[in-house]
């Protein structure tokens, strides 16, 4: 049974920072493509930050320069470190796992930045 399982958020400042988890299992984890998605009420969802399984990044326009996406292979996990935060970062935060044609969702962590 595949899961991920997110972890981290909660309410920060804005400037603030936070680091977010998602633990996979069930998967041959370092194979797999890790990214994270985001989605604020009423928007749809949108891809965050992606690392792909030889190590290489890429970033939404919105987010380069601040939020830093990595991966862990030994412990099957994906952070994204999220610093200088925006009000507009509000979401559920959720983590993706994809190979070819097949992709894995977490249950979603909620990420509230507010004064």
């Known amino acids: 049974q595949v899961q991920l399982v997110e972890s981290g958020g909660g309410l920060v400042q804005p400037g603030g920072s936070l680091r977010l988890s998602c633990a996979a299992s069930g998967i041959t984890f370092s194979i797999y493509d890790m990214s994270w998605y985001r989605q604020a009420p009423g928007k749809q969802r949108e891809l965050v930050a992606t690392?792909?399984?030889?190590?290489?990044?890429n970033y939404a326009d919105s987010v380069k320069g601040r939020f830093t996406i990595s991966r862990d292979n030994a412990k099957n996990t994906v952070y994204l470190q999220m610093n200088s935060l925006k009000p507009e970062g509000t979401a559920v935060y959720y983590c993706?796992?994809?190979?070819?044609?097949?992709?894995?969702w977490g249950q979603g962590t909620q990420v509230t930045v507010s004064s």
């Open positions: 690392i792909t399984s030889g190590g290489r990044t």
């Open positions: 993706n796992a994809h190979i070819i044609a097949t992709n894995y």
